[in-house]
Structures are given as C-alpha cells and as structure tokens.
C-alpha cells in the first residue's frame, strides 16, 4: 500500500517499508498492523519497527518526480469561516483559477497582494507555499509553510498540512532526513 498524504499533487509516489530482519520490506500498514511476523513480535515505536533483535531503521523510497505538464491541479485550500476582505477573497479566486491554467507565478502575485490586505492569514501564506512548490521553488515553499505554522494558532490540521509540504519541498532538495523529521511532525499533528 502507498504512503501518499498529498504527496500525490507533485506527481511523486512514496513508499515506506522497513526490514523485518530477513530482508523482507514490510509496508506501513503492516507495521502499523503489527504485521511482519519473520518470528518475532513488532511493535510501533518512534516511527521505527521494534524487534526483538533490535531497532530496524525506516528507509522510504520516493519515485521519480512527474513532468510539470503533468503535475495535478491543487485543489483551492480549505479555510476557516470568518471574516473575508472582498479583496482578498477576489485574489485568491484569480490565484485559484491561474493555478488551474498552469500559470503559476501568477497565481503567487496574486495571492502575495492578498496577503498585503490580510499579512495573518495563515492559510494564505500555505496557499503560497504550495503555489511555490509548484514552481519547484522548494526553499519558499519552506519558508511559507513555516511562516503558516507560525500563525496557525493552534490549527493542528494546517499545520500537519504545512509539515507535509515542508517535508515534499526538503525532499525535492534531496534531504531526506530533513524530509522524515517534517513527516513526523505531521503524523504527531494529525493523531
């Protein structure tokens, strides 16, 4: 079974499995399941599988990134009811629309002017973040979401979806421990 989070809006499948000690690679679920059963009884502890020969370390696999021509559409971000400057709603409108036309730095100028009318609006500064993603602009991408987190107040839901993208944007840069520390934090958010 696939790893997949929203990873799949970047067009990258990833895949995560552990060695049971007998060189088998067990999916997720199965750990998570208590599966792999090679004689000896799993247990899930800090995001590694625990033997009882010992600690077996995680090693995710990620596929080769998609063509930009063929990325998927992100969807528009949901966001919390209140209050919306007409202003900003109309910007984010004309973000989403270019999003979906391809036309990516567009739809970061028009969600950057809407954040001079709303500079606190964490779901504005996530939706820039994956609009910079898009752009294959992974350390704004970074940057963005970390900027989210800050003003997130307390929404666990943003911020895993934040630590998810902070995890695909150090994973396009090829650090790989960076990107499983992020994940980790999403997965701690979103139980």
Not at 41 to 61: C, D, H, L, M
Not at 72 to 80: D, I, M, N
């Amino acid at each position: 079974m696939l790893y997949r989070h929203s990873i799949a809006m970047l067009g990258i499948v990833v895949l995560a499995g552990c060695s049971a000690g007998d060189g088998i690679i067990a999916p997720v679920e199965d750990r998570v399941a208590g599966g792999v059963d090679s004689g000896s009884k799993t247990a899930r502890k800090n995001e590694s599988v625990v033997t009882q020969q010992g600690t077996a370390e995680i090693r995710p696999y990620v596929a080769s990134p998609v063509p930009a021509a063929e990325l998927p559409v992100v969807a528009p971000a949901p966001s919390k009811p209140t209050k919306t400057n007409p202003a900003v709603a109309s910007l984010v409108s004309v973000a989403n629309a270019m999003i979906k036309g391809g036309q990516y730095d567009a739809a970061a100028n028009s969600l950057e002017r809407a954040l001079r009318y709303d500079q606190k609006n964490a779901q504005l500064w996530f939706r820039l973040a994956e609009v910079n993603l898009l752009q294959r602009d992974y350390a704004q991408a970074e940057s963005k979401a970390l900027k989210s987190n800050d003003l997130a107040d307390g929404d666990k839901s943003l911020m895993a979806k934040n630590w998810r993208l902070i995890s695909k944007a150090r994973r396009l840069q090829g650090d790989s421990a960076g990107a499983d520390e992020a994940e980790a934090r999403a997965y701690q958010l979103s139980r």
